[in-house]
């Protein structure tokens, strides 16, 4: 089965920002892409507040936030990484602050980060990099920290036998 975001991929003509917009969890979530590098290497998401968002006390729903933040560093990876396959392997939500704003997800992809995992997929053909995010409220404010744990694995070879559930 394919995702909206494998037939987004295939719409060449609109821009990563928009295709990224119009994923459909995004698109019902009213995000829009302030800033995206080419090579993912830093992202910059607004997460609106609006009534679809707000929770009982009129502040942003925690699991707004997270679903915006899941497959943020994913994708990278996925751009970064081709021949792969990634997943969210886990996902740390730490509520600082309240969002009672709109809130910009902040995600940097550290070069050397980057680097190190290249390292660990040449030699032993997977890695699980753990990437630091952050929700800023409108002033200035740390709202929330994310820990993202990503699993890059190498593709299932066709006519290979899966030996276990879990990797």
């Not at 975001?5 to 003509?13: D, E, N, V």
């Not at 507040?49 to 996925?78: E, H, K, R, T």
């Not at 600082?96 to 980060?113: M, Q, Y």
């Not at 994310?146 to 290979?160: E, H």
């Amino acid at each position: 089965m394919y995702s909206s975001l494998h037939l987004l991929s295939k719409l060449q003509f609109l821009s990563a920002r928009r295709r990224l917009e119009l994923f459909v969890p995004f698109l019902l979530m009213r995000v829009k892409v302030i800033d995206l590098a080419e090579d993912w290497s830093s992202t910059r998401i607004r997460l609106p507040l609006n009534w679809v968002s707000a929770n009982a006390a009129g502040n942003m729903f925690g699991g707004y936030q997270a679903c915006l933040a899941d497959p943020i560093p994913a994708l990278a990876c996925l751009r970064k990484f081709p021949g792969y396959r990634v997943a969210t392997k886990s996902l740390e939500v730490d509520f600082i602050r309240v969002g009672n704003s709109d809130l910009i997800l902040h995600f940097d992809f550290d070069p050397e980060v980057e680097n190190k995992i290249q390292q660990e997929l040449d030699t032993n053909g997977r890695a699980t990099p753990c990437f630091a995010m952050t929700y800023i409220r409108q002033d200035g404010q740390v709202c929330t920290r994310i820990k993202n744990t990503v699993a890059i694995r190498c593709k299932q070879r066709p006519g290979t036998i899966i030996t276990a559930i879990h990797e």
